[in-house]
């Protein structure tokens, strides 16, 4: 049972109105219709807006998250997004301040929950719409239980809503009314006696750790010829190859040129992006044809109760198109930039193109999995296959 869920515009696991068209659930509305006032708190606490830009509001969203964000299943790691990331996260083109809801404790103003919202163009199933991307909600583990997460979820569709935006997309590890899409994480070892020491990972029956070492060594150097980090001039190009590559999944994101600038650009420890550029005649100051993208982003975890050891850094694959290059060759590359940059473990989804190459790159299964959610979309024939998912949320 979903005391909450059961009441919101989203596809129900009962299978009604499977025969209908894809489209909202919800009747449609305008921005006339849409409640004015907050949602009301319980009497100790009250909303706020969190100015990521101002260094002392991104250190409290940073430390609600570093202190009660998601942890694995075991609370051995949990998620440790840093500030620079978070600004990044937060304020994509279009970003709105009034989209990074916090709640305060009234008394000692202290930020106790928090959820975002972030526009995106999302197709699904062929109709491109206006969304945006919620993530990164959290309610202090003191006060979790007792029917937060509803209200602050109520609270940031109103602001979304007021803005004319009816539709949204979200990922969460629990399983809620209904998925598009399942998705599983894939890691690949970098540092295996690390991994091993901190219980990210076991040493394999009849194998030594001087034969594990070996088996995830990785070259030195990346070995496609021509892969250089992608310039913020490389945009409008990349912009183009990704959203015709994404055409083909069936739930995916869209992106102007502003925004894969923003999305891609590297940020030192917080995203990385390399292209391949055809050899063009060209000036050297405009970019030539792109023919390939492989990017990544950073996302440490707090290593919990260790003695030793504070952090797992893990890098995630982010979007990523092969062109002049197969997709192995790309992914592996990534993989050898970031264990020279001294990253840990490498992390991918089995999404787009990844499920049939991570096995052989020595990717190892997951425990746990990923759902993709749509809010007041219905699209037929869900759940969609790994495969079928061109959307990667942070
Ligand atoms: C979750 N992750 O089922 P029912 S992912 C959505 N996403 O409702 P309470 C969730 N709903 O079952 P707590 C959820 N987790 O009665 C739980 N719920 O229908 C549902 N964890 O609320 C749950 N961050 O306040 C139940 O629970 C109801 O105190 C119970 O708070 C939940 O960012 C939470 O995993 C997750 O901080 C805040 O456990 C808390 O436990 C926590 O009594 C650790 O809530 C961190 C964590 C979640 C990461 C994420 C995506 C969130 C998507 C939210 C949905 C957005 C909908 C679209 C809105 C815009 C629409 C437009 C336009
Ligand atoms: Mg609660």
Known sequence: RYAFWETQPVVQFDGAGDAQEDGPIDKPKTVGDVRQEPYPLPDSFEWCEADVCDAAQVREVYELLSLNYVEDDDAMFRFNYSREFLQWALQPPGFRRDWHVGVRVKASRKLVAFISAIPATVVAAGKSLPMVEINFLCVHKKLRSKRLAPVMIKEITRRVNLCDIWQAA????????????????????????KLIEIGFSSLAPRMTMARTIKLYKLPPTPATAGLR????????????????????????????????????????????????????????????????????????????????????????????????????????????????????????????????????????????TLQYYLYNWRVRGVPFGAPDVGLILL
């Open 229 to 368: 980090p992608m310039r913020p001039s490389d945009s409008p190009a990349v912009a183009a190859l990704l959203n015709s590559y994404l055409a083909r999944f069936k739930v995916a994101q869209h992106f102007t040129a502003d925004e894969v600038e923003h999305w891609l650009s590297p940020r030192e420890m917080v995203v990385d992006c390399y292209v391949v550029e055809a050899p063009s005649s060209g000036s050297a100051s405009t970019s030539g044809q792109i023919t390939d993208v492989v990017s990544f982003y950073t996302l440490p975890s707090s290593v919990l109760g260790h003695p030793e050891h504070k952090e797992l850094r893990a890098a995630y694959m982010f979007y990523t198109v092969p062109g002049s290059v197969p997709l192995p060759q790309l992914l592996q590359d990534a993989m050898v930039l970031a264990a020279s940059k001294g990253y840990d473990v490498f992390n991918a989804l089995d999404l787009m193109e990844n499920q049939a190459v991570l096995k052989d790159l020595k990717f190892g299964v997951g425990d746990g």
């Open 170 to 193: 979200y990922t969460a590890g629990v399983v809620l009314p209904m998925p598009v899409a399942v998705c599983r994480y894939w890691h690949r070892s970098l540092n295996p006696k």
